[in-house]
């Protein structure tokens, strides 16, 4: 059976994906992208902050909104930095059915 979800947040993705080709005065993506990763990871973690604060608050239509905004953010700090959508995929898919502590012990010490 097909997550309609998943084919949603791909195609998001993909799209993100020929952005990076389009004006940057045409396309908020394009913009994103043309000021490159660090203006990227400072957008997301802004997102992020929302997000945990709309949470905090309750505020279920605040909250879904700001999740939609991680989401893309994410995508594009994602694509900024080089790393396709279908490898974070196969991450999550490796590590299905397996403890999160388990998973986490088993990372290289930094």
């Not at 998001?12 to 990227?40: F, H, M, W």
């Amino acid at each position: 059976m097909t997550d309609h979800r998943l084919i949603v947040l791909a195609a998001l993705a993909d799209e993100i994906a020929t952005r990076n080709t389009a004006s940057p005065e045409t396309s908020y993506t394009a913009k994103l992208l043309s000021q490159g990763v660090e203006k990227c990871a400072k957008k997301f973690g802004e997102e992020a902050v929302e997000l945990a604060l709309a949470s905090v608050l309750r505020n279920t239509a605040q909250t879904t909104a700001e999740a939609a905004d991680v989401l893309y953010h994410l995508l594009v700090l994602l694509a900024a930095s080089g790393v396709e959508f279908s490898d974070v995929m196969a991450e999550l898919a490796r590590r299905q059915g397996v403890s999160g502590i388990a998973e986490k012990a088993s990372r290289p010490k930094d």
